[in-house]
């Protein structure tokens, strides 16, 4: 091989290289752009339950003034209200009541809000659900009011 055509290899062979790792890296960003766009929204539902457990009230005012449907349970079976009482949202529960939340809506082990707020003894909770209308005799799977 002549030193011509050597010199020749020498500088195609770093172009080659270059090149592949240019393409290796627009593939990977094609894919993150893929993964990233398929990605799905969180849902209103999940949304409202997010907003009411980290007593985001902003969020959940907007979500509010959209209509949503507020008869809905978490993925654990707990109605909106019963979140706010169990994380201790009370500014959260409130806005929930003055959006005429059903404070007799149940989790699937038939606890009411009341019981979450109950088991907090605070009694700012409990006041505001019985003056909402929370049933206090209500009794949960255990026959526990």
Known sequence: ??????????????????????????????????????????????????????????RLERLLKTGIHLAVKND????????????????ALRMLIEARCDPRLRTANGE??????????DPAFVRSLLEAGAEPNTLNANGET
């Not at 654990?76 to 500014?91: I, R, S, T, W, Y």
Request: with cysteine.
């Open 76 to 91: 654990d079976g707990e109605p909106p209200l019963f979140v706010a009482a169990d994380k201790g949202q009370l500014d």
């Open 1 to 58: 091989m002549t030193p011509a055509r050597c010199a020749g290899l020498v500088l195609i062979a770093p172009l080659a290289l270059w090149s592949a790792a240019a393409s290796v890296a627009q593939a990977q960003e094609a894919r993150s752009r893929e993964s990233t766009a398929q990605a799905p929204a969180p849902s209103a539902r999940q949304q409202l339950f997010d907003a009411i457990e980290r007593g985001d009230l902003k």
């Open 112 to 121: 009411s809000a009341l019981h979450a707020a109950a088991m907090h003894s």
